[in-house]
């Protein structure tokens, strides 16, 4: 994928672009380091769907001009980082427009740079990524939109105020001035606050009412993606008034938007949304229990399939299903394709995933074995290492079956120490366990590309995350598409798209870690090895994971759920019901206990 192919730098008509659609990271080319993983995947294949589907859209994010990280992995897997710079001003055009803010007390000047995302039919989805190293502004500030999820916690609220604040305003001095925001996720929930500014229209914030708060949420749309509470970004009070100034600290504080004494962002974006939603059937039933005051809907996560589904399929169903590239339902048809056919299409993705691994790594992977994939971003909730739970048991299992091959990746954020802990086990693990049956290795620096090639090439995608902490997961709808089969924890999407040994296996839930290992392994013996020898029943199980769940598990189909019941639903939605409303309201729902991430 190229950067953007638009070549002039003259901004689009952005006066009937009626969605403003808000993410603190976007994936938006493997060339741009804009992204850290599923949420920025997620927001990416969003857009890439409305410019196929010629949604009226319009985006903002953050430049991020030294990225997330670039893993680097030693001889124990020991990972250490360093940036991913580039330089904006050589890959796309301005949006010849510099807004100034006021945050932490002075100016700030915020400036933001063009990437077109251009659909099928040549419908455009313009973003734009906000830049605060503009001359004049102080050295520091400068600095605000570099490193994504970087710095200490009151760098990440001036990038928050940033987005939301400075996405406002940007948008306005392009003239444009949606009908509906959507946040995706929490970062982007200060735009609520500029919204607000407006509707008082010169008046002070502290002025604002409960009906001004009305009129914001009417055209606001909040979507969380995670249970874990440490992905509910909050902030002291201190940094709250220091950043964003006393008079909208303290309109935050009068609206019922603090929690535990903080400042928190879903509380925000929950306090000024008309329609919240969670991203998976069991992940609005787990946000409804975490925020019980307030509705939460469900609309379960999809992915792009022209992005994501490998050369040679593509190839096949341009040929065999001409439509399927701006409706995906159309992938249904893949029925009329002979299995044979499919299971041709996926070799080709496995033997190219094998020559990529032997450049890299000069390690050789034999393409008749079974392989399984693993990469996740790594967390200690999502359990890496549970596959290699009992070694001995594993090793017997290659052994009888004539061979197991296992493919990890992932990063750790830099300061989770107990994620990087994770991945040195798995190394350990790799060094221990390698033999002629069975296979071990772990991939450095997992990103767009290595994501492909391992959703595209393995056997069965593997995914274990402790139940409730999945939200959605949309690796595994990769796979899907790519007539991968799962293996995973009933969670997430997996509820939703497991249909037992036709699209894949569920690992039975357990009281301990040792009973889930032990239906993996039971299910890896005793089901998954005896299909596999099998290439007929084999390749009529990849057909259906492309029937059956490639067909519901995309953003094409996401995007117009979001259309039909969040941004435009046939009958007005009641606005959040909130307990109490009381100007110093502190909020004491509940939330899902953090699991062990130190």
């Known amino acids: 994928m190229s950067l953007s192919a638009a070549s002039s730098s003259v901004t689009p008509d952005l006066t009937h672009r009626s969605i403003a659609y808000f993410s603190m990271e976007i994936a938006l080319s493997p060339d741009l380091p804009t992204y850290s993983g599923g949420l920025g995947m997620l927001a990416g294949d969003t857009l890439r769907s409305a410019a196929d589907t010629a949604a009226p859209m319009v985006a903002v994010s953050l430049v991020h001009r030294r990225g997330y990280f670039r893993q680097h992995l030693d001889d124990v897997g020991q990972q250490t980082e360093s940036d991913v710079p580039w330089s904006p001003e050589t890959a796309l055009p301005s949006a010849n427009q510099i807004i100034a803010l006021t945050l932490q007390g002075r100016q700030l000047l915020v400036r933001a740079w063009r990437f077109d995302v251009i659909g099928v039919t040549g419908h455009v989805i313009p973003v734009f990524l906000l830049d605060t190293d503009v001359e004049g502004n102080d050295p520091w500030d400068r600095h605000l939109t570099d490193h994504l999820y970087g710095g200490d916690t009151y760098y990440r609220l001036c990038q928050e105020a940033v987005l939301g604040l400075g996405g406002i305003a940007l948008l306005r001095a392009l003239g444009s001035r949606p009908e509906v925001y959507h946040m995706n996720e929490g970062h982007a929930a200060l735009l609520a606050i500029a919204l607000l500014e407006e509707q008082l229209a010169g008046r002070p914030l502290r002025d604002a009412n409960e009906a001004d708060i009305q009129a914001v949420s009417r055209q606001c749309v909040f979507t969380t993606h995670t249970p874990v509470p440490a992905g509910h970004d909050q902030f002291g009070l201190d940094h ?10 303290a309109a935050i504080d009068r609206a019922g938007c603090l929690h535990n004494g903080l400042m928190n962002m879903t509380y925000i974006a929950l306090r000024f949304s008309r329609f919240v939603n969670g991203v998976a059937m069991q992940h609005g039933k787990v946000s409804q229990q975490m925020f019980p005051n307030y509705k939460v809907h469900a609309i379960t996560n999809g992915v792009h399939a022209a992005t994501w589904l490998s050369p040679s399929f593509q190839e096949l169903f341009d040929a065999e299903i001409p439509t399927w590239r701006t409706d995906n339902q159309y992938l249904r048809s893949v029925y009329g394709i002979d299995p044979a056919r499919i299971a041709a299409c996926h070799l080709k993705g496995k033997q190219h995933l094998f020559a990529t691994v032997a450049k890299r790594t000069g390690h050789f992977f034999n393409p008749n074995a079974l392989t399984l994939g693993f990469a996740r971003r790594v967390a200690t909730y999502k359990r890496a ?33 107990a994620g990087k802990g994770l991945i040195r086990d798995v190394y350990a693990s790799a060094v221990r366990l390698n033999s002629s049956a069975l296979k071990i290795h772990y991939l450095e620096n997992y990103d767009w590309e290595l994501g492909a090639l391992l959703t595209q090439g393995v056997d069965v995608w593997v995914n274990t995350p402790r139940r409730p902490y999945e939200a959605s997961g949309t690796s595994g709808m990769k796979a899907a598409l790519n007539g991968v089969p799962s293996l995973s924890i009933l969670d997430g999407w997996w ?19 040792d009973a889930e290992a032990n239906s993996l392994y039971e299910k890896l013996e005793e089901h998954i090895a005896p299909m596999y020898a099998n290439p007929i029943a084999w390749s ?33 939605i009641d606005l959040p019901v909130v307990a109490d409303h009381h100007p110093h309201r502190r909020s004491t729902d509940a939330i899902v206990p953090e699991p062990a991430l130190a």
């Open 240 to 249: 709250m008034y220091q950043v964003l100034g006393n008079d909208r600290a």
């Open 385 to 417: 290492s549970l596959l290699l739970h009992d070694p001995a048991r594993l090793v017997a299992i290659a052994e009888k079956i004539g061979g197991l091959q296992i493919l990890f990746a992932g990063k750790a954020h830099p300061a989770d120490n």
């Open 495 to 513: 509820i939703e798209g497991c249909a037992e040994n036709t699209t894949g296996w569920a690992i039975e839930d357990g009281e301990t870690e």
């Open 540 to 572: 009529e199980m990849q057909r259906h994971c492309v029937g059956m769940n490639g067909t519901f598990f995309n953003t094409h189909r996401m995007l117009a759920q979001y259309l039909g019941n969040a941004y435009y639903p046939p009958r007005s």
